[in-house]
């Protein structure tokens, strides 16, 4: 059982260096794909800065270091806030975890052979956004760990999944005509809408699965209700056969993913 108390503190901290992550990772994406040519007129979606001519690649070099720094320092503040200076050994891995979470935000797409171009994206979202996003901020909390944080830990990391199949699914004829061999450009568009119902499928049977073990009131069931705009976004995107038609599908599905985190939080804060 969790146990721990709710420090604001560490709250904050936790998600402006989560933001700060995404922030870095959307800067470097827009640089890699933009100077590999897979950002162009062609590509459906808001237009990206480096695509769109609004920044030049330079500019948007120094946007990547200052996400960088700005970043590691929100993640050095929230490791000193969490363990103090006694912890040494919670600080390494801590460290350790920030800065392989900015390698894998920059090497998405960035760089010789990234793992974005060979259909790893997938793997590392739900390592990091998942795994790792959710286990290790449980323990910023509460300083042990309970194995049932597992279930929660891989339903974010489906759902972070799901959000960047999407993605691939909306993208597949340009990134196909570009090498970038996503997932989704590998197994083939119908294959690749099956794959999105499994991960999201896989999402909602392991918070139910965490609710089974840990939340004895029904009544902090409530969040599975949030489902309900995901089981309409996959029945969308079961009628949908031209991958341009899910672009708007994108902000829904992050939405949902973002609403029942939130909702989840508000559960195990108030009933575990």
Not at 119 to 146: A, H, I, Q
Not at 254 to 264: I, R
Request: proline content about 3%; some cysteine; glycine content about 8%.
């Amino acid at each position: 059982m969790m146990q721990g108390h709710f420090d604001p503190i560490v709250f904050v901290l936790a998600l402006l260096t989560t933001i700060g992550f995404q922030v870095t990772s959307n800067f470097a994406n827009d640089y890699g794909d933009g100077v590999k040519g897979t950002d162009n007129e062609d590509r459906i979606g808001p237009a990206r800065a480096l695509q769109s001519g609004l920044l030049a690649p330079s500019s948007l070099k120094k946007g990547i270091i200052v996400s960088i720094i700005l970043s590691l320092i929100l993640a050095f503040a929230l490791i000193y806030v969490s363990f103090g200076k006694e912890n040494l050994k919670y600080i390494l891995v801590f460290t350790a975890f920030g800065v392989l979470s900015i390698w894998a935000a920059i090497r998405y797409t960035m760089g010789a052979n990234p793992y974005g171009y060979q259909g790893l994206g997938d793997v590392f979202v739900f390592l990091f956004f998942g795994l790792l996003g959710v286990l290790g901020s449980m323990f910023l909390f509460t300083k042990s760990m309970d194995w049932a944080t597992l279930f929660p830990a891989m339903s974010i990391g489906f759902l972070c999944v799901g959000v960047l199949n999407l993605n691939n699914l909306r993208d597949v004829v340009s990134d196909r005509k570009h090498g970038k061999n996503t997932l989704v450009v590998k197994m083939g568009y119908k294959n690749g809408k099956l794959y999105h119902y499994i991960v999201l499928t896989l999402a909602f049977l392991g918070f139910l699965t965490f609710s089974w073990l840990r939340i004895e009131s029904l009544s902090a069931w409530f969040y599975l209700l949030a489902f309900i705009p995901v089981l309409i976004h996959l029945i969308k995107v079961i009628r949908t056969r031209d991958p341009a038609e899910l672009d708007g599908e994108l902000k829904k599905l992050a939405l949902s993913t973002f609403l029942l985190s939130l909702l989840f939080l508000t559960a195990v804060k108030f009933f575990l």
